[in-house]
């Protein structure tokens, strides 16, 4: 079921620890694979066009295109301005959600209870992370995020429901970038949500070149 990756193509792998954000550059043409290391982890996750950081991934745009709400193998990721981000090539978990947005405190607060507040979640490590890297990026251009591993199906009545996770430990995603983009990820912290079995665990991450 995994796809071996040629070790000679690898440039970056790295292990992002529970809870913890990360940001990084992808090339044109490079893959990520991002892993669901130990299972029922959340991965959320913004994309940026790397020269014009107001060309940000659009969960809008990307439902549109496809007419589907769920991302699988075959996703083109659009941005705000038409163009595709990167392309999902390969999915062993099958389903990752775009409509369920990042944890916050203020969500936090709303669905769990008020003393939630002071937890930390994947808003601020989204903040955090944009406000290190720098280069004007900052908390305007964390808009609508993809959540990699999470099921949040979708009722008849058409309300969300966070279920328990149907990733499991070494799924992975792995996108092709189809133009220079920065990946922006809260390995989430979230403590209250069946999604993560209320354990936050580690993601792996690995960008690697095209064999020609
Ligand atoms: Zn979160």
Redesign the pocket.
């Known amino acids: 079921m995994t796809e071996s990756i040629d070790p000679a193509t690898v440039r970056y792998d790295a292990i992002v620890p529970a809870g913890e954000p990360w940001i990084h550059e992808i090339i044109k043409g490079q893959y990520l694979r991002i892993i669901d290391v130990e299972g029922n982890q959340?991965a959320?996750t913004l994309f940026f066009n790397a020269d014009d950081y107001e060309d940000r991934y659009s969960a809008q745009d990307t439902i549109r295109a496809q007419a589907n709400i769920y991302l699988t193998t075959g996703t083109k990721l659009m941005s705000s301005k038409g163009n595709v981000l990167l392309t999902i090539v390969a999915d062993t978990c099958g389903r990752h959600d775009t409509l369920g947005g990042?944890?916050?405190m203020e969500s936090n607060m709303v669905r769990y209870a008020i003393e939630k507040r002071h937890m930390h979640?994947?808003?601020q490590?989204f903040v955090k992370a944009a406000l290190a890297w720098g280069h004007g990026l900052a908390k305007r251009d964390i808009a609508a995020n993809i959540?990699f591993f999470m099921n949040v199906p979708v009722t008849r009545e058409g309300g969300l429901t966070f279920e328990d996770g149907v990733s499991a430990a070494g799924k992975y995603v792995q996108l092709r970038a189809e133009m220079d983009v920065l990946a922006l990820i809260?390995n989430?912290?979230?403590l209250n949500?069946p999604c993560n079995a209320y354990n936050p665990t580690p993601i792996r991450v690995v960008i690697w070149d095209p064999r020609d």
């Open positions: 959340a959320d990042a944890c916050s979640a994947c808003r490590s959540n809260s989430c912290p979230q949500n």
